[in-house]
Structure formats: structure tokens, C-alpha cells
């Protein structure tokens, strides 16, 4: 009863989390605080004392967010995509747990680690934008393949609401392009064409007037419409 008692509350936290994670994800721009919030709340869920999200740049993961230990991944170098666990569920998709994360090379931990998780982040279209490496103190308990199942569930779910908030990001900007192009097209169909008309028009009264200083006047503005339609179209461009 404890054990069952136990797994509920955690697949509550876990569901809590995974709301709590969406709704804060389509409320940002920022891709990096998207993974700052996956690695905070995969280090709460998993009781872990570190965890390191890495993505894909130049045929290798590099660490790009880290929770829990501070100087964790701080110096870390790139991570191969071959010959190593990392790289291994980075490719395959697939999760892992493990009884020690000594193995765990390529992290260059400050201090040895105990049990760990290797949590690709996987979009339902079954492309792996990452790794969540969590990682647990020396002496915890290992992660049980329940644990695993929970988590790996998390880092789609979270995955999927990264890809969201992503796409409505993107979607923002095209509003942003498309505006400005009818901006643009606005100043360059009836702004730049009304001014100059008025500048024809202006152009065509001065050669009636009769005064030099009325005339040098009108010269000057008709000039000066020139300029400021030189700026439009800067502005246009």
C-alpha cells in the first residue's frame, strides 16, 4: 500500500509538472528557457542531485542547461555521438538507467555520481532533439524502471510542449514579417505616391508665381518632399 500510495503521488507531481511545464513553455521566447525549465523540474521529479540537458550542434551534443549542482557541465566539452551512453540514447531514442553514472565520461563531474537516467527528448514526429542526463548522488537509491517509464514520459511531454512553444514562436514572427511587409507596401503604394503628387503640384504652382522668394520657397519644399521621400524608401528597404 505504502509502495502504490507512493507511485500515485509521484504520477500526480509528475502530471502537475508536466502542466505546470507547457503552460510556462508557450509563455516564453527563449528556446534556453524552455531547457532551464525541463532540467529544474526533471531534478524536483527525480530527486536528483544534477541534471544536464545537452542538444545537438556540429555532429555532437554540447551541454547547454544544467540544474541541481552548480558546477556541473560548467567546463564540459562537447560529447561524441559514438562510443559513449550519452551519445548511444541520443541516437537510438531509447531510455536508460543506470546503477552508477561513473561511466559517464564526457560530463566531467566535479564529484562521482551514483545512479543516473538518460532521457532523450523525443518529438512525436520520433526526432531526438537532446539528452536529459539526471543524475543522483553516491549511496541513493537506483531508479526503478517505473521511475524511468515516469520520466521518459516527462521529457516527451515536455519535448512536445517545447516544440509548441517553438512553433508559436516562430508563427509570432511571420505575424511580425507580414506586418511589416503591409506596412511597407502601405508607404510605398499611397504614402510615396500622395507626396508626390503634392510635389508635382507644388513644382507646377511655382513656375506661376511671380515673387523670387515665393518661388525659392516652393523649390525648397519641393526639394525637401524629394528627401523625405529618399527616407521612406530607406525605411521601406
Known sequence: NARLYGQSRARQAWIEATRD?????????????????????????????????????????????TAGNAD?????????????LIGAAFADGTPRRL?????????????????????????????VAGVVVVLRPDGALAYTDDEVTM????????TLAWQLANTQRQMRDLDVLAERERIARDLHDTVIQRLFAVG???????????????????????DELQSVIGDIRSTIF
Open 21 to 65: 511545464i507547457a503552460t510556462e513553455m508557450l509563455g516564453t521566447d527563449e528556446p534556453a528557457q524552455a531547457l532551464r525549465l525541463i532540467a529544474e523540474r526533471a531534478l524536483d521529479l527525480a530527486a536528483a542531485e544534477s541534471v544536464v540537458v545537452a542538444v545537438p550542434a556540429d555532429n555532437e551534443l554540447v551541454v547547454v542547461e
Open 200 to 222: 508635382l503640384s507644388l513644382q507646377g504652382t511655382r513656375t506661376r508665381a511671380v515673387v523670387p522668394a515665393v518661388q525659392k520657397r516652393l523649390a525648397d519644399t519641393v
Open 99 to 127: 546503477d552508477s553514472g561513473a561511466g559517464l565520461a564526457p560530463l566531467h563531474t566535479p564529484v562521482p555520481s551514483g545512479p543516473a537516467m538518460l532521457l532523450p527528448l523525443r518529438t512525436p514526429d520520433n526526432i
Open 151 to 158: 520520466m521518459a514520459a516527462f521529457a516527451d511531454q515536455a
Open 72 to 84: 556541473l557541465g560548467s567546463s564540459a566539452a562537447p560529447i561524441p555521438l559514438q562510443d559513449n
